[in-house]
């Protein structure tokens, strides 16, 4: 049975390993946490052994990487004497926006295989989207073990490495970005006077029903959007206040400042 390791159950790290958890892949799972106690409480959901950063890396078949990216170099750095020593490397996976897999060779060592992911938090449920790309060194066998091992996780797409900085500004960032769009949604309901919570519960949906609509019909959005604007008709009074505030632009412009960024 393989052990996969968590340094960092935080957000991301968290809805990571909660997927591993659900996944195909009997493994036996090792959370490491700076503040045990976020991966006592993850634990006590999902189990597996809460530990140290540097027990997770002399143990662990896979290690997965969830600190913050500035933080990266430093926890690498204090795990690193556990994979030198170690004659069986672990394969890492490194969430981290921003390191490329040139860094993460020079930090990890040579000899340790890295596969780069561009994952979202929801993971958490099995409605992620992750992009991944392997670096050097990274077996058919790991491959495979990967999709499977992340495969509760979502939609899980391979992608050259140059991709994954830019659409990360869109799958990364962009929960948060459909989380303000439904927070306004709800808020524009509830001045009408639909009741809070009902509100955020319509938005909600309204969004999942849009999205499946989009992935199942392989429409463009633009013919959707059409599809509910009657001639003459209320929604297209919508879509023309929207515009008027450059909605779409805001949009475009959120994910390239997300791109933009410097780690
Ligand atoms: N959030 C997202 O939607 C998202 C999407 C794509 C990629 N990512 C990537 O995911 C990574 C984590 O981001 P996040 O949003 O999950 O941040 P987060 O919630 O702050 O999680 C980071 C976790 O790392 C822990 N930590 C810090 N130093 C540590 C160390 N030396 N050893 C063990 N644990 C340590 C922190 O512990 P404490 O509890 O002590 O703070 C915290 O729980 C980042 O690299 C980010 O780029 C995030």
């Not at 006592?40 to 999902?46: C, D, F, H, S, V």
């Not at 204090?78 to 860094?103: F, Q």
């Not at 001639?231 to 400042?257: C, D, H, N, W, Y």
Request: proline residues 4%; aromatic residues 4%.
């Amino acid at each position: 049975m393989p052990v996969i390791g968590f340094i960092g159950t935080g957000n991301m790290g968290g809805a990571l390993a909660r997927a591993a958890a659900r996944s195909e892949t009997k493994a036996e799972l090792l959370l490491a946490n700076r503040t045990r106690e976020k991966a006592e409480r993850l634990a006590g959901e999902i189990g597996g052994t809460v530990t140290d950063d540097v027990t997770a890396a002399e143990q662990s078949d896979w290690l997965f990487l969830g600190v913050k990216p500035h933080m990266m170099a430093e926890m690498i750095a204090s795990i690193r004497p556990a994979l030198d020593a170690r004659e069986k490397k672990p394969a890492a996976v490194s969430m981290a926006a921003g390191t490329d897999l040139a860094r993460l060779r020079e930090l990890l060592g040579e000899r340790v295989p890295v596969i780069r992911i561009m994952p979202n938090i929801a993971a958490a449920v099995g409605e992620g989207v992750t992009l991944w790309t392997p670096g050097e060194g990274v077996t058919e066998e790991q491959k495979a073990a990967f999709r499977e091992m992340m495969g509760a996780s979502g939609m899980l797409s391979e992608v050259d490495e140059h991709l994954m900085d830019a659409a990360a500004g869109e799958t990364g960032c962009g929960t948060a970005y459909a989380c303000l769009f439904m927070e306004a949604l709800a808020d524009g309901a509830v001045a009408c006077g639909v009741p809070r919570k009902q509100a955020v519960e319509y938005a909600a949906q309204t969004l999942r029903g849009a999205a499946r609509l989009l992935l199942e019909t392989g429409d463009h959005p633009g013919a959707l959007k059409d599809a509910v604007c009657s001639p003459g008709g209320s929604t297209i009074q919508g879509v023309r206040a929207l515009e008027k505030s450059a909605f779409r632009s805001a949009v475009m412009e959120a994910v390239i400042a997300a791109y933009e960024k410097k780690f």
